[in-house]
């Protein structure tokens, strides 16, 4: 079983930055496909960005150019560098963990990043 607590939320200005950080407790961490999704207000929940246990990422287009997801399988941790903020943004982000083979997915609580002047 994985465990998952994310951090780094808060209300900055469009055009700043802020890094997400997600933090497993657990087994195998290193095996697992890790992700960041978001939830803007009144919207379904989207993939923001993923990476393989080997470093292969995936990013939605709306952040491409933007924001690098990144991990340390030692320190079992998922981060979300987000730059260039826009108020399109706001959202609660989750950090999500997969199974490869069992596809069974583990989320955290949740941060909320807002956007806004």
């Known amino acids: 079983q994985v465990q998952l607590v994310e951090s780094g939320g808060g209300l900055v200005q469009p055009g700043w930055s802020l890094r997400l950080s997600c933090a497993a407790s657990?087994?195998?961490?290193?095996?697992?496909?890790m992700g960041w999704y978001r939830q803007p207000p009144g919207k379904q929940l989207e993939l923001v960005a993923s990476?393989?246990?080997?470093?292969?990422?995936n990013y939605a287009d709306s952040v491409k150019g933007r924001f690098t997801i990144s991990r340390d399988n030692a320190k079992k941790t998922v981060d979300l560098q987000m730059n260039s903020l826009k108020p399109e943004d706001t959202a609660v982000y989750y950090c999500?963990?997969?199974?490869?083979?069992?596809?069974?997915?583990?989320w955290g609580q949740g941060t909320q990043v807002t956007v806004s002047s």
């Open positions: 990476i393989t246990s080997g470093g292969t990422t």
């Open positions: 657990g087994s195998a961490f290193g095996v697992y496909v």
């Open positions: 999500n963990g997969k199974h490869p083979v069992t596809k069974y997915g583990y």
